[in-house]
Every structure is written in structure tokens, then in C-alpha cells.
């Protein structure tokens, strides 16, 4: 089979990659092993308010908005509540909406392949494996989009994530919020080391959560989440109701990678390390790099200029994240309840709860790409 571009994991990042380009007429075959795309969910599904004034999210499938934060220290008392002015947040419903992307990807023109595996590359030719059996793909480009321990990374001879967390939640439906939808935070190391705990109720669902390095849970992923869960703020008194979706997986926080394209393709999203290293956030650092993917393969082709593809460059990009990286060395420090509490005294302050505000209601986003012209041909 032949193709312009084969776009690898039929996330958020692959599916607007893949979109993007169809829309301009090239051909583009999109794999993912997953049978459907609404099960398997690892993401929280947290759109931030940038995200949501720049991109056409379907708006049937978003959650009510959420203006409140309340950060928490270790024993839970006296939180440090943050509210904005305007909408900051809202939750989406993802198995929806990752189906309705997938509509308009093949509105667009996308051949998608579901139940498909990438198997590696020989020749130039990218290997899946299908319900028909074996395939060859001989694409001029490939798209890796398959999260965050990327095969097509592996492939490609391209950079790859090292710095993980991990992390783990249960989404169920609730009765109703008292109070105003509101994203709880909590920060103990003894709970969620190198990260925190959450609770993000927005009166329709909620999704308790704990995260951190992998190594340091004590007692193990799972057992932090049914632990956190049975103290955990902004929930609705009683037990969860007994359907409860479990989520969870690997989460990058190293930054975005350095060598994330060659002659050959480049990467997206997780696989590109296109997360906040502080927030952990990543659905609008997938789709704002998808953006960007979009531009190179599309002047790549439309040129026949493989070399196009050193205008995607994480080394330059990775600059703005500076600050966020020393955040994030900083916050994989607080090893102790202690550190925590004493952390806490300072967020009280009005520089503290400025500093947090900035952070958590910012008008900062993924950086804009920097393109530097082409050598000519001579």
C-alpha cells in the first residue's frame, strides 16, 4: 500500500495531524491497534482555557466549565483556594470525542485502520499488522503519534522519552456538585511523590487521581488511588457508584524532545514529549505541535524537500520550557509531608498565591514554532 503520510496511534495528536493534512490533499492512512477509540482512555481529558478559545472542540462533548482551584497540603486544611474571572477549564468527554474526531478525519479524507499494529520498519517500508493479516506500507513520511514509550521514535533514530511519571484515576458520574465545579489539588509526596492527588468535579463526573515516580509509591499505584479516594476533597458524601472508569499509564514531564523529526518523519504529542513538565498537561501541547506537523509535511510535500523537516526542531522549541523544567526539578524534590506543609506557608502569601494564579490561570500556552527559511536550491 502507498501513502503520503502514515500517521502512527489514533490519539488527539494523530487524529488532528492527520485531519490537517488530508484537508490539503494528501493521503494519509492513520493505524491504531485499538479496535475502537473510545476505550483505552489514558488521558484525564483537561482542555485548558487557551485550547478551548483557539481550537473547535465539539462542544456537546465538554463538561461544564471550572473557574475554581483549591490546592491542598498534606492534612488537608486550610486549602489555599484560587478563583478566576473567567472559564479556565473544562473536562472533556473523551471516548466521544475522540470518536468524533475520528469522523471528521475520514470526512476529511483519512483512510483509518483500526485493529492495526505498527511492527517496525524495513527498507522504507513500514510494517503493520492488520485483521487482514500483514502489511506493508511504503509511505513518504511517518507520523509517530503512539504515545509516550514510541516504537516510531524508536525507528526513526529519534529522541525518546526518559522522564516519567505515572499515573492513575477513577472517573464516575455524580449527583450534582455543592458548590461551584472546581479542580482539587493535593500535594503530598507521601501520596503522589514528585506530583500530587486530584479531584476534578464539575457536577457531572468526577476523576480522582494520584500521579507520581513510579518508584516511590510504597505500596503501589492502584492502592494510592483507593487510599486518596476514601479522604478525598470536592467529592459528594457516600461510596462512588459501581461503575467507575479505571485510567491510567506513563506520563512524559522530561520536556519536549530535542530530535523529533528526520528525513524520513517526525513525531507528535506524547511520543514528542509534548507535555507541560510541570502540569503534566498535554492536550494543548499535542494539538498546537499537530498544528506545526501539519506545516512541515505539508511544505514537504508539496515540494518534494525532505530537508523541510529540520524546521521541526524540539532543541528550538524546547527553550520556553525552561522555567517549567527548573519547576519541575524542583517539585520532585518535595520528598516529605513536611516539605509539603512548609511549601503551603509561602503559597498563603500574596506572591505565593500570585505565583499560583500564573501558573494555574496563565495566558501562556506551547510555544509558536520559529521557522527559519529553506536553503535554496541551487
Given at each position: 500500500m502507498n501513502a503520503d503520510v502514515l500517521?502512527?496511534?489514533?490519539?488527539?495528536?494523530g487524529l488532528h495531524t492527520a485531519t490537517q493534512l488530508a484537508r490539503r490533499g494528501h493521503d494519509v492512512l492513520l493505524a491504531d491497534r485499538r479496535t475502537t477509540l473510545t476505550g483505552a482512555i489514558r488521558t484525564t481529558g483537561i482542555f485548558v482555557r487557551k485550547t478551548l478559545d483557539d481550537f473547535p472542540l465539539p462542544a456537546e462533548h465538554l463538561g461544564p466549565p471550572i473557574r475554581r482551584t483549591v490546592l491542598y497540603p498534606p492534612r488537608l486544611d486550610r486549602?489555599?483556594?484560587?478563583?478566576?474571572?473567567?472559564?479556565?477549564y473544562r473536562v472533556g468527554d473523551m471516548g466521544p470525542l475522540y470518536a468524533a474526531a475520528a469522523r471528521t478525519a475520514a470526512d476529511a479524507g483519512v483512510r483509518i485502520a483500526l485493529g492495526t499494529r505498527y511492527a517496525g520498519r524495513r527498507d522504507g517500508v513500514s510494517l503493520l499488522s492488520g485483521p487482514d493479516g500483514p502489511l506493508g506500507v511504503r509511505a513518504r513520511f511517518v507520523v509517530g503519534a503512539d504515545g509516550t514509550r514510541s516504537r516510531v521514535a524508536r525507528d526513526l533514530g529519534l529522541d525518546r522519552n526518559t522522564r516519567l511519571l505515572v499515573g492513575a484515576e477513577e472517573v464516575f458520574a455524580v449527583p450534582g456538585v455543592d458548590g461551584p465545579p472546581a479542580f482539587h489539588c493535593v500535594l503530598d509526596p507521601s501520596l503522589a511523590p514528585g506530583y500530587l492527588a486530584?479531584?476534578?468535579?464539575?457536577?457531572?463526573?468526577?476523576?480522582v487521581g494520584v500521579a507520581g515516580?513510579?518508584?516511590?509509591?510504597?505500596?503501589?499505584?492502584?492502592?494510592?488511588?483507593?487510599?486518596?479516594r476514601a479522604a478525598a476533597p470536592g467529592l459528594p458524601a457516600g461510596d462512588p457508584p459501581e461503575d467507575v472508569e479505571l485510567r491510567g499509564g506513563p506520563i512524559p514531564v522530561g520536556g519536549l524532545l530535542r530530535r523529533i523529526a528526520c528525513a524520513d518523519g517526525l513525531l507528535v504529542g506524547d511520543a514528542a514529549g509534548a507535555v507541560s513538565p510541570l502540569t503534566a498537561g498535554g492536550l494543548d501541547p499535542c494539538l498546537r505541535l499537530s498544528d506545526h506537523a501539519a506545516d512541515v509535511l505539508d511544505e514537504a510535500l508539496r515540494t518534494g524537500r525532505p530537508d523541510v523537516l529540520a524546521h521541526y526542531d524540539g532543541a528550538a522549541l524546547r527553550t520556553s520550557f525552561r522555567g517549567r523544567l527548573a519547576l519541575r526539578r524542583g517539585l520532585?524534590?518535595?520528598?516529605?509531608?513536611?516539605?509539603?506543609?512548609a511549601a503551603f506557608a509561602l503559597l498563603r502569601t500574596p506572591p505565593g498565591?500570585?505565583?499560583?494564579?500564573?501558573?494555574l490561570f496563565g495566558d501562556r500556552s506551547f510555544?509558536?514554532?520559529v521557522r527559519v527559511p529553506a536553503p535554496a536550491v541551487v
Open positions: 500517521v502512527v496511534g489514533a490519539g488527539l495528536a486549602p489555599v483556594v484560587l478563583d478566576s474571572d473567567r472559564d479556565e486530584w479531584v476534578v468535579n464539575d457536577g457531572e463526573h468526577a476523576h515516580y513510579a518508584d516511590r509509591f510504597p505500596d503501589g499505584l492502584r492502592r494510592a488511588v483507593r487510599r486518596f520532585a524534590q518535595v520528598r516529605t509531608p513536611a516539605m509539603a506543609t498565591r500570585a505565583a499560583a494564579r500564573h501558573v510555544p509558536d514554532a
